[in-house]
């Protein structure tokens, strides 16, 4: 369900510290079941999704990842205890303070893909195991990963002084929320999990929208579904055992299969965490209030299987049969139960925005796991803009939405991560006005000191 600019306890540290005070060497060895508590706690927050290493095989926690952002790709940091590379000389305090205020030891500030603004709602005793799982049951890493460089003006981090006021906000528990399993279901969603940060839209300052929350967003040009409980635009239609089944292995038959973002998730954190709390995150999400796309007729996986494939098509047709129907097969029904999954009543093909369906066949699909793994190569490089496009149109009328129409233009955009917020493709603008009034304000401050 989801990922992000996002999407870790993560983003913790995209950002590494001063030095302040070596910790290890003077602690004793820590109680087994706080390390325990600690490292299930790290992967409820999906930590190492964002910042394991960038090479197969890379240390956990050693950071490289890039993270593509509208204003740039975001490199996560070594959050391993390494004194050189790391954060083995923050304090608890430092550490706390970069979590849960995204600041960092020496007072920069941390770029909004860490959800510091759903980790400020992390208590104190998860704070401390946490804090004692990356110091003690973390291997250090040596490995340096590259900064992070974004053009100006997101270079300027001082700017989220501004920012944080309005977006960095934790929604307080509704009076809804009334039972143990529904209040662990909000900490595991709203705070660890920071679901919110890929599955809401964006505000014009691209923080999320708070009255939209769940209703769907985009990351990186992949579409993190609407998961409000809208029987037709959400998952109000879904099962109680479906949803847990999907959380847990990120595979439904007849519904959906994870990719993206969504499918890091489960690697990483979802598939990790025992049934009460898989649970727990089902009744919560049963509170958010449903949120209706007027695109939306019908769920996105219950389109009808008839086909309505046209003239045009015939190229994607061509395509799919040399580079599809040997594992989805020539009818998309799927084979080896459900491994490769069905391409009817799929959640994907059947969507009324394509977004999803053009970002498999680019990237494929990576998912890990001893329940439903799963792996598509990704055709990014070996097919043109124009072929994508083909390809896409011949699987959404042939197997799901037969309204969806794509054109190379459109999958240009998602090659390029997706459609540019505006306040990103207004900045060239704005920079004349802002560059005048900085020009005014000089000359008054010029013609003061000369007493004119």
Known sequence: MKRRYHKSLCGLLLATGIAVSPVQAADPQPDPALLAKGAYLARAADCNACHRGAAPGSPDYSGGIAIATPMGNIIATNITPSTRSGIGNYTEADFKRAVTQGIRPNGERLYPAMPYSAYQGINDADIHALYVWFMHGVAPSDAQPPQTHLTFPWSLRALLRLWNPFNARLPPVSNSVNTPQLQRGYYLTEVL???????????????????????????????????????????????????????????????????????????????????????????????????????????????????????????????????????????????????????????????????????VILDGVQRDGKFAPATMPGFRDALNDEQIAQLTNYVAHRFGNPAIQVSASDVATQRDGGTTPWLIRLLPWLSVPAAALVIWLLIRLARRRKGV
């Open 193 to 359: 999990g920071h679901c919110s940060a890929c599955h809401s839209p964006r505000n014009a300052m691209m923080g999320e929208s708070m009255s939209q929350r769940y209703s769907g967003g985009t990351q990186g040009g992949w579409r993190a579904p609407n998961i409000t409980a809208d029987p037709v635009s959400g998952i109000g239609a879904w099962k109680d055992v479906e949803l847990m089944q999907y959380l847990k292995t990120g595979n439904l038959p007849g519904k959906a299969s994870a990719a993206g973002g969504m499918a890091e998730a489960i690697d990483n954190s979802l598939r990790y965490l025992t049934d009460d709390d898989l649970r727990a995150i089902v009744a919560y999400l049963r509170q958010i209030p449903g949120v209706r796309d007027s695109a939306d007729a019908t769920q996105a996986w219950s389109h009808p299987p008839e086909p309505q494939v046209r003239a045009a098509d015939k190229a994607g047709e061509r395509l799919y049969q040399n580079a599809c129907a040997a594992c989805h097969r020539s009818q998309g029904e799927g084979a080896y139960h459900a491994v490769f999954p069905s391409l009817t009543a799929n959640s994907t093909t059947g969507s009324h925005t394509p977004d999803n369906l053009i970002m």
